[in-house]
C-alpha cells in the first residue's frame, strides 16, 4: 500500500526494441533531496560547460536538433556519462563500506581518466562545489570537502552518506548531465524550448538505462568511444569566442 510520504520512482530500460518497467520506492524525503542535488538552482556552476557541444557546433555538426541528439546521446551512452555512472557506483559502494582505499582508487582513477583540461576541469570544479554545497546545507555521517574530487565521485560519496538508493542516484545524475547538455544545445544551435524539451524527453530512457546498466559493471569496465567528443573538448580550449568554458 502508498502512502503520501511514499513515491515510487518508475525505472526504464530498452532491451531489444522492448520496454521494460521495474520500480523502486524513494521516500519524500530522499526525493527532495535528489530533486535539489540535480536542480538547476543547485549553484555547481552546470550552466557554463558544454562538454564540447560548442566546438561541434561552431564545426557545425551540431547544427539542428538531430545533431545534438546524436552528440548527447553518444555521451551517455558511449562517452562520459556511461563511464561516470559506473564511478559514481563504485565510489557510493566504497563509502557505504567504509573502504577508504577503495574510495581513494575510484577518485584517482576518475581524475586520471579525463581526456583533456577542460574536461577535468569541468568535472573537478562541480565536484569541489558539489561536495562543499552538501555538507554545508546536509552534513551527514563523513565531509565530502576537501581535496579535489570529480563529480561522479562526490555524487557516489554524498548518496551513500545520505542513504539515497544507488540507482535512482545514478538515474538522477545521468539526466542531469543531459539535460544540462540540451540546455547548451537551446542556447547554441539555437533550438526552440519546445524542441528543446523535446529532446530531454527523447534522451530520459537512455539516461536510465544506461544508468541501469552502469551501476552493474564492474570498475575495469570503465571506457569510451567518444573520441570526437573528447577530440572537439581539446579543441574547444584553443576556440577564440565561447559561451561556455568546455
Known amino acids: 500500500m502508498l502512502t503520501g510520504t511514499t513515491i515510487i520512482r518508475a525505472r526504464t530500460r530498452t532491451v531489444m526494441g522492448t520496454m521494460t518497467i521495474t520500480s523502486e520506492a524513494l521516500d519524500a524525503r530522499t526525493l527532495a533531496l535528489v530533486m535539489a542535488w540535480f536542480s538547476p ?93 552538501v555538507d554545508a ?20 560519496a554524498a548518496g551513500a552518506l ?17 539535460a544540462n547538455l540540451v540546455s547548451a544545445a537551446v542556447r547554441l544551435v539555437p533550438l526552440g524550448q519546445t524542441d528543446g524539451q523535446r529532446l530531454t524527453a527523447t534522451l530520459a530512457p537512455v539516461a536510465a538505462a544506461v544508468a541501469v546498466e552502469a551501476v552493474a559493471l564492474p570498475l575495469d569496465a570503465v571506457g569510451g568511444a567518444a573520441i570526437g567528443l573528447d577530440l572537439a573538448s581539446m579543441r574547444h580550449e584553443c576556440q577564440e569566442v565561447r559561451l561556455f568554458r568546455s
Open 41 to 133: 538552482a543547485c549553484p555547481i556552476g552546470a550552466f557554463s560547460y558544454s562538454h564540447g557541444v560548442e566546438r561541434l557546433n561552431e564545426d557545425g555538426v551540431v547544427a539542428d536538433r538531430p545533431g545534438a541528439e546524436a552528440a548527447i546521446r553518444l555521451a551517455l551512452t558511449d562517452g562520459s556519462g556511461r563511464s561516470d555512472a559506473i564511478l559514481l557506483a563504485h565510489a557510493y559502494r566504497a563509502v557505504a563500506g567504509d573502504d577508504e582505499a577503495a574510495f581513494h582508487e575510484v577518485r584517482t582513477l576518475a581524475l586520471a581518466l579525463v581526456p583533456s583540461m577542460e574536461r577535468r576541469e569541468e568535472t573537478v570544479y562541480q565536484g569541489n562545489a558539489f561536495a562543499t554545497i
Open 137 to 156: 546545507a546536509w552534513p551527514g555521517a563523513g565531509a565530502l570537502s576537501g581535496d579535489d574530487v570529480p563529480l561522479p565521485v562526490a555524487v557516489g
Open 162 to 178: 545520505h542513504g539515497v538508493p544507488l540507482v535512482p542516484l545514478a538515474q538522477a545524475f545521468l539526466g542531469a548531465f543531459a
